[in-house]
C-alpha cells in the first residue's frame, strides 16, 4: 500500500478534551491515528471515522470501529442521531464547499451537551497577510494556510460563527504557533490582541451542543 497520508496523532487537542467520551466521531480521520491515540488512553471505547481518501480509510480501519469511505459533503453515515459524544473536526472545515450547511447536519449526531472540536487555519496570519500587504501575493501551495485544497477562509470571529450556527456554543478558542513554554505563555499575555492575531497559526475550538 502507498504512503497514506495525516499519520500523526493530534495531540494539540488535549486541553480541549472532555475527561471522557464514549463515543468520538471524527470526520477526516486520515489513517486513524488520533482515534487510535483517544482508544488508548481510554478518552473513548467506541471510535467512528469518516475519511475521503481511500488509502487512509484502510489503514484506519485498524484503529477505528468503525469508517466510512467517501466525501462527508455527499453521504450521510449510518450513525443514530443523538450518540455522538465528541464530534472532531480538524483541519475538514475548510476543505468543504458549504462547511455551514455540513456541520449543522454533522451536529445532529452529537448528543446535548455533547462537544465538537475544530481546528481552523487562521488566514489573518504573518505569512499571508504580510505578502499580500506589502507584495500584492497570494500563492497558493501544497500545503499551509494557502492549501490548494481550501476552499474557505476563516479568522477567529468567522470560526467561532461557523461552530455558533450549527448549535454549538464555543467555551474555548485556543491558538497554535505562539508556543508552549511558560515563558513563551507569560510574554503572549503581553501582546495585543492585534498583533497576536497575526501570530496564531491555527484555532482550536470546542463547543457544546446545546
Given amino acids: 500500500m502507498e504512503e497514506c497520508y495525516f499519520r500523526h496523532v493530534r495531540s494539540e487537542i488535549s486541553p ?3 475527561e471522557k467520551s464514549s463515543v468520538v466521531l471524527e470526520v477526516g480521520c486520515g489513517a486513524g491515528q488520533t482515534l487510535h491515540w483517544l482508544k488508548k488512553t481510554g478518552i473513548c471505547s467506541t471510535a467512528i471515522g469518516v475519511e475521503y481518501d481511500s488509502c487512509a480509510a484502510t489503514a484506519a480501519q485498524e484503529h477505528a470501529d468503525v469508517v466510512y469511505v467517501g466525501d462527508i459533503e455527499m453521504f450521510t453515515p ?5 450518540s455522538v459524544d465528541l464530534l472532531l473536526c480538524l483541519d475538514v472545515l475548510e476543505h468543504l464547499r458549504d462547511p455551514w450547511s455540513t456541520l449543522r447536519r454533522l451536529s445532529a449526531y452529537v448528543r446535548t451537551n455533547g462537544a465538537l472540536i475544530a481546528s ?3 488566514v489573518r496570519h504573518k505569512s499571508v497577510v504580510f505578502p499580500l500587504l506589502f507584495s500584492s501575493r497570494w500563492d497558493y501551495a501544497d500545503a499551509g494556510h494557502l492549501d490548494r485544497g481550501h476552499l474557505r477562509f476563516f479568522v477567529r470571529e468567522s ?5 455558533e450556527q450549527a448549535g454549538f456554543a464555543v467555551n474555548a478558542v485556543l491558538g497554535t504557533g505562539l508556543g508552549g513554554s511558560k515563558l513563551s505563555r507569560k510574554v503572549n499575555t503581553f501582546i495585543p490582541e492585534v498583533i497576536k492575531g497575526l501570530l496564531v497559526k491555527q484555532f482550536l475550538l ?5
Fill in 16 to 18: 480541549l478534551l472532555p
Fill in 78 to 82: 449510518d450513525i443514530p442521531e443523538n
Fill in 120 to 122: 481552523i487555519p487562521n
Fill in 159 to 163: 470560526a467561532i460563527a461557523l461552530l
Fill in 206 to 210: 470546542r463547543g457544546i451542543k446545546h
